[in-house]
């Protein structure tokens, strides 16, 4: 059986002409805005310094586009980034250390190692040693010492 995939997954649904629900919201909230301001100030100068603004900005939001995603898109975004500070200031803090300056006396602890053990040990280095130097010497095609 076969199943039909869905295409075209980005595109919202416009539902209201051609007007998808979210500009559709938008376009209503700013008209709201308009009809508050002609409400008040009736058909007045003042009235269109208020209303042309936030009319050409519902407008920007519902319709305009920016890197192919739609304006309002950016808005939460925006709002964050003005939010939030822009400076930023390191400041080092100190580690809460306590520090006991109580003088004890430390027993040392040192271990006794015979004398043959230590020499014992510098023959075994020196010998590594010198079997090392020997193998560079063929590498670099000295002649051995011998």
Same mark, same amino acid.
């Given at each position: ?8 997954? /980005?595109?919202? /649904? ?17 008209? @709201?805005? /308009? ?6 100030? !009736?058909?007045?100068?003042? #009235?269109?310094? #208020? ?6 900005? &519902?407008? &920007? ?6 890197? &192919?995603?739609?304006?309002? &898109? ?32 430390? !027993? ?15 023959? !075994?280095?020196?010998?590594?040693? /010198?079997? !090392? ?7 670099? @095609?000295?002649?051995?010492? @011998?």
């Amino acid at each position: 059986m076969q199943y039909s995939v869905p295409q075209f997954t /980005d595109v919202e /649904d416009k539902l209201i002409g051609p007007l998808t629900l979210k500009q559709f919201l938008v376009v209503l909230a700013f008209g @709201g805005l /308009d009809l508050m301001f002609w409400s008040l100030l !009736k058909f007045s100068i003042f #009235f269109f310094l #208020f209303a042309i603004p936030i009319t050409l900005v &519902g407008l &920007g939001l519902t319709f305009a586009r920016f890197n &192919g995603r739609p304006v309002y &898109g950016y808005l939460g975004a925006f709002i964050s980034f003005v939010a939030k500070p822009q400076a930023r200031i390191f400041k080092r803090e100190e580690p809460n250390m306590v520090i006991n300056f109580k003088k004890e006396k430390i !027993k040392p602890v040192v271990e006794k190692i015979s004398q043959v053990e230590t020499e014992s040990r510098l023959r !075994k280095l020196a010998y590594l040693l /010198d079997q !090392k130097t020997e193998e560079e010497k063929e590498l670099m @095609g000295e002649p051995k010492n @011998g």
